[in-house]
């Protein structure tokens, strides 16, 4: 496919339940589609899918997933048919939010996953598209409210281009893939990923600094953290402009026990200290009264990592960017981290059990399989 024919590809705005018809017809015939999604994430509390871009062939699809009888589970088949390519760039989100509205993905190609394995030194789609096309995409709408109705030219415009350029785009990836001998490689991580998408995304939590780590700390944070979900359902807003993750941990350190304090923590907002500043002082102080009675549950141990999965993840590491380094491929060619992480963690002691760690594959047990068991053994490498 040549770029010039996908720049004239027409779009078509896919707003009622006819439309939707006849792009689940014309999606039925298609061998190959781009896919990209836009959401309010950064203006709402609970995210909605508010447009599905697809391209296949000449037309480009923009479907109004907020417009009455548009939903993206309509086009469940496709997307699940593994003998229909979905090309993406930086699957993992767009798949979650996916798999959240009944599509699950079976068949994808993630450009970003093929540029990183590639080594190439920019793997951002406006940088790949702009190096390989000579178009310069704009990024101006990536803060965008997509969900305002009616939609604007500008956000249209800005949605049909983020699939315009990516199938020919993954062709000339495949090419350089396949010329390298990784072909095998990408599809593994491809359907990885595409596999642990399906998985919802944990909520953010924050992370105590150390000194907030007690069974006091973590209470206030507990408690904060649940007020800071309340208002942000209140307000309808992302829970992070509420209050950030860093801002609970720091009222979890200095455990306020006045407004005035509450105020000076870094990261405060007036919005949250008007609403809720009252009632997170007042239980910062009940749950010290807990605390010197000694009422809170005490926190659970540090965690301390195994020494020998450290040391293990350590030689292993070494070993995979002296193997990379000589194929002349990256290292996440050789061993993706979530692969190696898992050999060091559960060392197997033969090929058998190397083999039956997900997502290695039969390549990399031919290539690398007694080289990994010599690591692990502490013998010297078989390369």
């Known amino acids: 496919m040549h770029a010039s024919s996908v720049a004239e590809a027409r779009r078509t705005l896919v707003d009622d339940r006819r439309a939707l018809e006849e792009a689940s017809r014309l999606l039925g015939e298609a061998r190959e589609l781009a896919v990209d999604l836009e959401t309010d994430a950064m203006h709402v509390f609970r995210a909605r899918l508010c447009f599905l871009q697809l391209a296949a062939g000449d037309r480009i699809l923009v479907l109004d997933t907020l417009a009455e009888g548009v939903r993206a589970n309509a086009l469940a088949g496709p997307f699940g ?68 109705r009616p939609v604007p030219e500008d956000l249209l415009a800005y949605a049909e281009n983020d699939v315009r350029y990516l199938l020919p785009l993954a062709e000339q990836l495949e090419s350089e893939l396949r010329a390298k001998d990784i072909w095998e490689e990408f599809e593994l991580e491809c359907e990885r990923i595409a596999a642990e998408s399906r998985e ?139 692969v190696l992480e898992r050999i060091a963690s559960e060392p197997p002691t033969d090929l058998d059990q190397l083999a039956r760690i997900p997502w290695l594959g039969e390549k990399r047990l031919r290539l690398y399989g007694e080289a990994i068991l010599s690591v692990l053994r502490d013998e010297p490498s078989l390369d």
């Open 81 to 148: 048919d593994p003998s229909v390519r979905k090309v993406f760039h930086d699957a993992q989100g767009d798949l979650r939010f996916l798999a959240r509205e009944g599509v699950v993905v079976r068949g994808l190609f993630d450009t970003q996953r093929a540029a990183t394995l590639l080594g190439l030194p920019r793997v951002g789609l406006g940088d790949l598209v702009e190096e390989r096309f000579g178009v310069r995409l704009a990024k101006e709408h990536q803060t965008a409210n997509f969900g305002l």
């Open 200 to 338: 919802p995304e944990p909520l953010p939590r924050p992370k105590l600094p150390g000194g907030a780590r007690d069974a006091l700390g973590r209470a206030i944070a507990e408690m904060v953290d649940r007020i800071r979900y309340e208002e942000a359902e209140r307000l309808d807003l992302p829970v992070g402009r509420v209050l950030s993750n860093a801002t609970v941990g720091e009222i979890a350190l200095r455990k306020p026990t006045t407004l005035a304090q509450l105020s000076r923590i870094p990261g405060m907002k007036g919005s949250f200290l008007r609403a809720a500043g009252a009632r997170v002082v007042e239980a910062v102080a009940a749950l010290r009264e807990q605390a010197k009675k000694g009422l809170l549950p005490e926190p659970p141990p540090l965690f301390r990592p195994d020494a020998g999965r450290r040391k293990r993840e350590q030689k292993l590491k070494a070993w995979r960017n002296e193997a990379a380094a000589k194929r002349g491929v990256t290292p996440m060619v050789v061993l993706p981290v979530p």
